[in-house]
């Protein structure tokens, strides 16, 4: 059963244009939520993180949206650039406890 | 070195032999996780480790599959009589395990391949 979904596998952008990854989940327990960026044959780095006391968090061109109420969270980045081309995933926890990760969505930011 | 480490970097063995994958946490991460990710997919859970408590197993998809953590620091996977459907990319990754903030900082991780 999995409780953090990323329902689109890949995505294309535009250099210049937003790219905007999803991810859904089903426990309301969680409280906090996180994205990482994937490189090939790398492990995946932290990119930003929001608790689920507030529905906004911004680190320069990257912002996390979190919508409770849907179970909702994206994460915005803008403008793209061809080296933010990764697979993206999205986790999830309760209490700092156990994280849990999304099956991923391949970004591809065109020249 | 600075970051969590994982050894080796890429492991070919048969099918049925027993394989065992290392990670050093940082220094000071009281929490270690094991994950696997298989070809197409994404980040699979397999087993959490926090100070002394004991570990979470609820993701070790079968008893083939075992992990300790020595000293709260070094941890090893053993994966017995390996399987084909075991070759993934096993991923470590460690935190301080200190609340808000919190993130999970993992290694290279092992390219297994079960031929």
């Known amino acids: 059963d999995q409780q953090v979904k990323q329902n689109s596998p890949s995505l294309s952008v535009q250099e210049g244009r937003i790219s905007i990854l999803n991810c859904d989940y089903t426990?309301?327990?969680?409280?906090?939520f996180l994205w990482y960026k994937k490189y090939p044959a790398e492990g995946p780095t932290f990119l930003i993180s929001?608790?689920?006391?507030?529905d906004k968090n911004e680190d320069g061109r990257f912002t996390v949206f979190l919508n409770k109420s849907a179970k909702h969270l994206s994460l915005h980045i803008v403008p793209s650039q061809p080296g933010d081309s990764a697979v993206y995933f999205c986790?999830?926890?309760?209490?700092?406890?156990?994280?849990?990760f999304g099956s991923g969505t391949k970004l591809n930011v065109k020249p | 070195g600075a970051g969590v480490s994982q050894s080796p970097s890429n492991k070919v063995t048969e099918k049925g032999k027993d394989v065992e994958l290392r990670c050093d946490p940082i220094s000071g991460h009281t929490a270690l996780y094991w994950y696997r990710q298989s070809l197409g997919q994404g980040l699979e859970f397999l087993i959490y480790f926090q100070g002394n408590s004991a570990p979470d197993k609820s993701g070790l998809p079968s008893d083939r599959f075992s992990a300790e953590r020595t000293g709260g620091s070094v941890s090893t996977l053993t994966i017995q009589r390996t399987q084909q459907e075991d070759s993934a990319v096993y991923l470590c990754?460690?935190?301080?395990?200190?609340?808000?903030?919190?993130?999970?900082?993992f290694g290279s991780g092992t390219q297994l391949s079960v031929l």
């Open positions: 426990n309301s327990m969680f409280d906090y």
């Open positions: 929001i608790s689920s006391i507030k």
């Open positions: 990754a460690s935190s301080l395990q200190t609340g808000p903030n919190e993130k999970l900082f």
């Open positions: 986790a999830a926890s309760y209490n700092f406890n156990k994280f849990y």
